[in-house]
């Protein structure tokens, strides 16, 4: 039997972190095909136990996976176009356009004008056709009834917001601010198959996801998702479920989220989100959160929750402040909403984000509720007084990061370090004058911890100007890719290393460990 464990993190594995968009891919940004394959044929070969990425919803102005209009779909940028080629449903010349897009880094802006056009005459010629199974991924109508509760606002979302020129929904007519069953019947016949067009959208991204999936599990690989605590004022899930949220009567909101001054911002962060309603969401059971957990965990094998910190107190913002300094802490929902969720999904997999400054309230709801938090070993030095990310300190029921997608990569956090702390930096570390990743790496491997999480750019060995996004910025995020040839330089490489610490730091995820000795097992007698 072994030790008593008050969370669900009872096995020692390691994780790769790398967002989809990041992937190499033909079609100007990452996507669900060949390049998600190979990196997961990397982390199967390499021992990684997980694929962890960020949310995977459709994007809009700043590109943010944090910033999505609906939080149960998946981005067509990410669906592999090569495969509708094949189909023939599109042709070579009218994806080669997308093809000439860079492959370092995503170009949105082009990306924005060439895609959609050539997805929708994808669209247009399955429609063309009278079919409703395309070969590969079944019957259209049969995914929009499966997924109607969530599909049929969505799409008309999507819809009506290019109907009314991209304008956010509280912008729109009065008679089309909340969504009913009734509504879609109203709109004109060109909203509503271009309605149609990304219900199927999402047919296409969903088959080619369970696709992966299977692929990835079939190689020992498991995927990490992420659910942010917030969804955007300019999505679906606000504009459907408007009584979930503290909004006024034509759909603003009476405050909006942020997080004060800190590590990353001396003004905050002004994310904009709407709070939450949360009196009713418990008057009603959570529901409206316990479907969200329940979609994501029909995605993902694990899910990081996105800024825990916010279910026990979170940072209130006046509507139409300047910067989030001037908001004030309020109370969350607090342990009754973990409660329910236990209730509601017994086998939940939890990941606590909780970054930032906290206090002890927010520690003492963390282990109430049985999920391991982060420690990030760029935030070992100087970070805060109580060293908290110093990897002596941590505890087994912990998930160590050697960054996260918002820091720099960790070569880039070397290399800009001041002095004093660089000597401490690499008298801990033993770097003996190198600005490498690696020896992070294997630290991180070493830990307590018994999940580690390495981004990709880390295995990869890249500088800081690679990083996924700056905080705070509202530009030039979300663009970084890795390319072929940089996988296949770091499985030629690195691979036989990090398998070789994977094992050695006993991370393959399949060793439960003990609080007690034994014996070694007798050699087996040979006849």
């Known amino acids: 039997m072994g030790p008593a464990s008050s969370t669900w993190l009872t096995t020692r594995s390691a994780a790769v972190l790398a967002h989809i968009s990041s992937l190499p891919g033909g079609y100007g940004i990452g996507n669900l095909g060949p390049g998600a394959r190979r990196l997961v044929d990397f982390l199967g070969r ?302 939940a997999r939890i990941i606590a984000e909780d970054l930032g400054y906290i206090g002890p309230d927010v520690v003492a709801l963390r282990r109430a509720a049985g999920l391991p938090g982060m420690k990030i070993l760029q935030f070992a030095y100087g970070h805060d007084a109580s060293n908290v990310n110093l990897p002596h300190f941590y505890g087994p029921e912990s998930v160590v990061y050697t960054g996260t997608h918002d820091n720099s990569t960790t070569r880039g956090w070397l290399e800009k370090l001041p002095g004093e702390t660089a000597g401490q930096v690499a008298d801990y570390f033993q770097l003996n004058g190198s600005r490498s990743a690696w020896p992070i790496i294997r630290a991180a491997l070493a830990t307590v911890s018994r999940l580690a999480v390495i981004p990709i750019q880390d295995l990869l060995d890249l500088p800081a100007e690679t990083s996924l996004n700056q905080p705070g910025t509202a530009q030039g995020n979300w663009q970084w890719r890795y390319t072929d040839g940089q996988l296949l330089r770091l499985g030629e490489e690195k691979l036989a290393t990090l398998r070789h610490w994977i094992t050695l730091h006993d991370r393959a995820g399949d060793r439960t460990p003990s609080d007690y000795s034994e014996p070694p097992a007798a050699p087996q007698a040979h006849s």
Not at 152 to 160: G, I, N, W
Not at 337 to 347: I, M
């Open 46 to 347: 390499a021992g990684v136990r997980y694929w962890q990425i960020c949310p995977i919803g459709p994007t809009g102005y700043g590109d943010s996976p944090y910033q999505t209009f609906s939080g149960h779909a998946g981005n067509p940028y990410f669906i592999d176009l090569g495969e509708l080629v094949g189909a023939g449903l599109l042709t070579a010349d009218e994806v080669a356009p997308l093809r000439e897009l860079p492959d370092a880094r995503v170009d949105y802006g082009r990306l924005y004008e060439e895609f959609w056009r050539v997805l929708a005459r994808a669209y247009d010629r399955f429609a063309a056709s009278d079919g409703d199974d395309l070969e590969g991924f079944g019957s259209v109508s049969a995914f929009r009834r499966q997924n109607a509760v969530w599909l049929e606002p969505f799409a008309d979302f999507m819809a009506l917001k290019a109907h009314f020129g991209g304008r956010p929904w509280t912008a729109w007519p009065e008679e089309f601010r909340s969504w009913t069953p009734e509504l879609h019947a109203t709109l004109a016949e060109s909203v509503r198959r271009d309605a149609d067009r990304h219900a199927f959208y999402q047919h296409l991204f969903f088959g080619q996801w369970e696709r992966l999936r299977r692929y990835a599990a079939s190689r020992g690989v498991g995927i990490i998702g992420d659910v942010p605590i917030f969804v955007a004022l300019d999505s679906a899930d606000t504009w459907q479920n408007r009584a979930v949220f503290r909004l006024d009567g034509h759909g603003q909101p009476l405050a909006v989220a942020g997080v004060p001054p800190d590590y990353f911002s001396a003004t905050g962060q002004l994310w904009g989100n709407p709070l939450y309603d949360w009196d009713h969401l418990a008057r009603t059971g959570y529901a409206w959160w316990i479907d969200r957990l329940r979609a994501a965990f029909e995605l993902y094998d694990i899910i990081r929750l996105d800024h825990f910190r916010g279910f026990d107190t979170y940072w209130e913002v006046p509507a139409g402040a300047p910067d989030a300094r001037g908001g004030r802490w309020r109370k969350g929902p607090g342990l009754p909403f973990f409660h329910v969720v236990k209730t509601a999904l017994p086998s």
